[in-house]
């Protein structure tokens, strides 16, 4: 397969697809039912994610969007069945409101640590954008057949972000939400207080046994959710819980606005 994707087990039955060789380190995951195998995000849509999602399954795939940023939805053109939250859709329908080139710029902002697939060229790359097949909401059950994975509405990020949870694992699948590294909250599209109230939101959740960020460490503690929470109410506590108030630093993550 595509050395430029690490495909990792994390029980017989769920599998990240991650992107070690670019600077985000993109995690999107695999997560297989009786009928259905479920992808959240597609990664960046540098390498063939599709023919990594069909070595490892041959059931049909439903893609699931964290949420609509070019990150996350770059292999989103291979697949047909694509939902996304309701205060998302618009990003994917009519695409995001960046400029080509600074979302190309991103893409090759810092060299790549292996060369990319020979198919990738970024004169050419494209950001996806196209109607969904369904479009979701807080509460939305998608049942892949005797695995139900729940839909947590935790705007902020964006206005349509989402986290998922598979109860029944203790699994709950973070997005741009909670990782280790630097948490975005200071674009115009972002929304500081929201954020806070989506990581308060998931911190009250219960039997959580694995986090699976969209970026960097795997590598997530449950507890780590309450770190974060914690550093969210110090800003606050401040009076600086708005869009352009800087950079806070906190062991393992920081938050910018």
Not at 54 to 64: A, C, H, Q, Y
Not at 65 to 78: F, L, M, V
Not at 154 to 174: E, N
Request: proline share 5%.
């Amino acid at each position: 397969m595509d050395n430029w994707f690490t495909i990792e087990v994390i029980d017989e039955s769920t599998y990240a697809i991650s992107e070690y060789e670019h600077w985000e380190k993109v995690h999107s995951y695999l997560l297989i039912g009786n009928t259905n195998a479920l992808l959240i995000d597609t990664g960046l849509g540098i390498g063939n994610i599709k023919a990594e999602v069909d070595f490892i399954t041959g059931l049909p795939v439903k893609v699931v969007t964290t949420h609509a940023h070019w990150d996350h939805i770059g292999g989103h053109a291979s697949f047909h069945d694509i939902s996304v939250h309701r205060k998302d859709a618009g990003w994917l329908i009519n695409g995001l409101p960046l400029p080509e080139h600074r979302i190309k710029s991103s893409v090759v902002k810092e060299p790549f640590t292996i060369s990319p697939p020979v198919e990738f060229d970024i004169n050419k790359y494209k950001v996806y954008s196209g109607i969904p097949s369904e479009l979701l909401e807080d509460g939305h059950i998608i049942d892949i057949g005797f695995r139900k994975i729940k839909i947590i509405h935790t705007p902020g990020h964006s206005p349509g972000h989402i986290c998922l949870l598979d109860a029944d694992r203790g699994y709950l699948f973070t997005g741009d939400l909670i990782y280790k590294g630097t948490l975005y909250a200071f674009y115009p599209s972002t929304d500081p207080l929201q954020f806070k109230q989506s990581v308060d939101k998931i911190n009250k959740l219960d039997n959580i046994r694995r986090i699976f960020p969209a970026h960097n460490d795997l590598n997530v503690e449950p507890d780590f959710i309450r770190k974060v929470k914690v550093g969210f109410e110090v800003i606050d506590n401040q009076g600086l819980l708005k869009r352009g108030s800087g950079f806070f630093p906190f062991d393992e993550f920081g938050i910018k606005l």
